[in-house]
């Protein structure tokens, strides 16, 4: 068995697979100040990433209708969404879509989405960078990964408008054999035992 495999009793750990306990490297007097700051820089970042994620979905709610820009899903968005969120001006407006400092001002009329930190905490603001990481990351992920259900749900919905009387069974496999291939550029076909429906559609 070869030394790099994890199941090798002779494998060595890695610096980023290394695992050691705080309190083995703490000495005891120090052992209740970092995690202390943990908690106070958790609860921050938690505070102002959730209130950047009701006004990022409020947006996306608002443009249901339209393309969302692309910009929305990068870093630097979510890193001007946090200086939104505490109360200040965002430095790269290039980040932004045009009309999102808009519907920011309707939106924080409404709702109470400013925070303000009683005690700024020295280092947060590298906790807020890397919240953003994951945050843009996520965001991506589940556009892409919700891509295929979303446009079946809305293929579903318009046979079903199309085809008023037809049996609630024969509605997926319409959109799954002939409408899906033909929007994903595959091969579409008609279900032989629907032939008098594909005559009949209007």
Known sequence: MSSRSKDCPNHKLTKQEQKIKLDAILKPKYKALPTTKEFIVSEHVRNIM?????????????HADQTIDKRAFMQNFWYCMTQLVSSKSPKNTKALPSDILDCWNSFSSRYRVIY?????????SQCVTAACVEMSSMYTNSAVECFEESLLSYLLISVKELFEKLEKGHFRRIVQSN?????????????????????NKT
Do not use: H, K
């Open 50 to 62: 959730i209130r950047a994620q009701l006004f990022v979905n409020y947006y996306v709610l608002t």
């Open 116 to 124: 303000s930190m009683e005690e700024v905490v020295s280092g947060y």
């Open 179 to 199: 409408c899906y291939q033909y929007v994903s550029g595959g091969t579409p076909f008609w279900p032989d035992n629907l032939s008098d429906v594909y005559n």
